[in-house]
Nanobody
């Protein structure tokens, strides 16, 4: 499966962005999906994951309550809605797919898209 993320940009603190990740190749519904991010000088961080059907989700504590992951398998797309953005959310965001279905486990994401940069100004 090939993934392409887009939707990043520059936003002021307190603002919102919606990232999208389009999948192609194999049926996307067979994969759990997730978003990771990497800030300058920091390690990549697992932000959120969603199950095959979209019924189950995981969020890291730092985004819980401010972000929502969703998917539309008919469109082979997963979304990340981010609200109340903070400067510390600034990072390159990557979408990923996990064939094992373990949407809550960062180690099982095997397929990656290119990143999209999110910059939050204070």
């Amino acid at each position: 499966v090939q993934l392409q993320a887009f939707g990043g940009g520059l936003v002021q603190a307190g603002g919102s962005l919606r990232l999208s990740c389009a999948a192609s190749g194999r049926p996307f519904s067979r994969y759990a999906a997730g978003w990771f991010r990497q800030a300058p000088g920091k390690e990549r961080e697992f932000v959120t994951g969603i199950s095959w059907t979209g019924d189950n989700t995981y969020y890291t504590d730092s985004v819980k309550g401010r972000s929502t992951i969703s998917r539309d398998n008919a469109k082979n797309t997963v979304y990340l809605q981010m609200n109340s953005l903070k400067p510390e959310d600034t990072a390159v965001y990557f979408c990923a797919a996990d064939p094992t279905g373990r949407y809550y486990s960062s180690s099982d994401f095997l397929y990656w898209g290119q990143g999209t940069l999110v910059t939050v100004s204070s």
